[in-house]
């Protein structure tokens, strides 16, 4: 009788310890971080021409989607294109973020496509996958940058825009910015709708190339994507990593 | 029972329950020990930029593999390479629909592999998509999305053109040439074979130009698996 009595208590014990929910595993900071995406082109403070509303491709007229073409005020390709946003960090002005510009996709018979993955230094995952479209990339260095409670605004040259007439995915010289529709559990997404106009609607359909206005591209209020999330929180559901 | 045995019966069963209570836990924290151990994303990024700036001090590839030719920039590729291409780009190019481009398109239907799926349309307007210069269908292109390395998302593009070069900054080290599906084939490798935020490139030669590969993210032997499919579809 007590031999069972003793059993039954251990495997009671097992089974409780491995089944009651855990305390996040030291991996959640309790601090939210989040960055927003802003005009990639020109230099810091200019005013860049929106040239087409949220879309797809700016064809006539343009299709729905969830990119912008920021022109560079320039018809000739070669010009600076930019990473560059507002950082915040729920605690204090701190490195919280890391950046890896990539190629993608790229050749002449192809749209070229560069990415910019956005890590996040205490759990070391990938955060977010903001794109970048008819640019290359001079500089493919890793980066980190400041975070903080009243954000900071950071901003890098990672490239130049190309010549991408040839291939029927591009005209002129311009930057289409979007992003993988892809985020890790816990990352939340808002893109600016109401700011920026949707392309069938406001550039006039007969006209992809019209202009639907120009933003400064360090103002806070004009970004083009936010992602959100809690420090620590796993790339993969459910709980801790 | 009296009241001191029941006690002390009370006490032995809690005691015991605690014991078994941790080695719960500590099994458990034993499995994510072994999570933990694995390398994060940053540092495998971290990693594979040291060994992409070890690449770039190896010569770069300037040359042809199979009647292919790849070099860094336009600039470096031979004008004669790009003389047909050139002609035939010269008067501009058109959008068409991907239906209008099947002299180019593949001889037998593409069997991709478990788990890619054909992509929104992107950028181009449309997925297939096609374009065709001087009335003459150029360049055939698909793209395929798939869960690849770190469940991270990863890109197919798969194009069949005329174009018989392609610029790529790569080491000499990582062009190869080798037997896919039974069909030779230039294999541009990734700096490592998981192909975690990398590129890896596979041509075929056509008698009418190129069916190319174009892969982001996706490890090397899932690359193949692709280059199979396309090989067979394409013999």
């Known amino acids: ?241 | 029972m009296t009241t001191r045995k029941l006690g002390a019966t009370l006490l032995l069963v809690a005691a015991l329950a605690t014991v078994g209570f941790l080695a719960g836990r500590l099994l458990l924290s034993d499995d994510e020990g072994t999570e933990a151990q694995q390398p994060s994303v940053i540092d495998r990024l971290d990693a594979l930029k040291t060994r992409e700036a070890q690449q770039k001090a190896e010569p770069r590839f300037v040359g042809e593999r199979l009647g292919i030719y790849i070099a860094p920039s336009l600039e470096e590729i031979p004008a004669e390479v790009r003389a047909e291409d050139d002609q035939l780009t010269a008067a501009g190019c058109a959008v068409i629909p991907a239906e209008q481009a099947s002299a180019i398109d593949f001889p037998r239907p593409l069997g991709m592999p478990p788990g890619y799926a054909l992509a929104e349309p992107d950028v181009e307007g449309s997925n297939p998509w096609a374009h065709a210069c001087s009335g003459r269908p150029r360049l055939l292109g698909w793209r395929y999305s798939t869960t690849g390395a770190e469940g991270i998302p990863a890109n197919v593009t798969i194009v069949r053109s005329l174009i018989r070069y392609d610029t790529q900054d790569v080491a000499t080290s990582q062009v190869s040439t080798r037997v896919i599906g039974g069909r030779e084939a230039v294999v541009i490798r990734p700096a490592s074979p998981d192909g975690l935020a990398q590129r890896v490139l596979v041509y075929f030669p056509e008698p009418f130009g190129t069916t190319s590969i174009h892969t982001f993210n996706l490890s090397e032997a899932e690359v193949l698996k692709v280059a199979e499919a396309v090989a067979e579809a394409t013999r």
């Open chain 1, 1 to 241: 009788m007590m031999r069972w009595l003793a059993l039954m208590a251990v495997i009671a014990g097992v089974l409780a310890g491995m089944a009651l929910p855990r305390p996040a595993a030291g991996n959640l900071t309790n601090h939210q971080l989040a960055v927003t995406i802003n005009p990639p082109t020109l230099a810091s403070g200019s005013s860049p021409t929106l040239t087409c509303g949220w879309h797809t491709a700016c064809s006539n007229p343009p299709s729905a989607g969830i990119a912008l073409d920021w022109d560079d005020e320039n018809g000739n390709t070669g010009n600076p294109w930019h990473f560059r946003g507002y950082f915040y960090v729920s605690d204090a002005n701190r490195t919280a973020f890391k950046m890896f510009p990539l190629v993608s996709q790229s050749g002449p018979g192809i749209c070229d496509i560069m990415t910019v993955w956005i890590t996040e230094r205490h759990s070391g995952q990938l955060m977010a996958m903001p794109t970048f479209t008819h640019v290359n990339i001079t500089s493919s260095t890793a980066f980190s940058w400041m975070g903080g409670p009243w954000t900071i605004y950071n901003s890098r040259q990672i490239g130049t825009t190309i010549d991408e007439n040839d291939v029927n995915c591009s005209t002129g010289s311009h930057v289409h910015q979007s992003h993988v529709g892809w985020l890790p559990d816990k990352v939340a997404t808002t893109t600016n709708t109401p700011l920026y106009p949707d392309g069938p609607t406001v550039c006039p359909a007969n006209d992809p190339n019209a202009t639907c206005g120009t933003f400064q591209n360090n103002n806070i209020n004009y970004w083009i994507r936010r992602f959100a999330w809690a420090e620590g929180a796993c790339q993969h559901a459910p709980g801790p990593c």
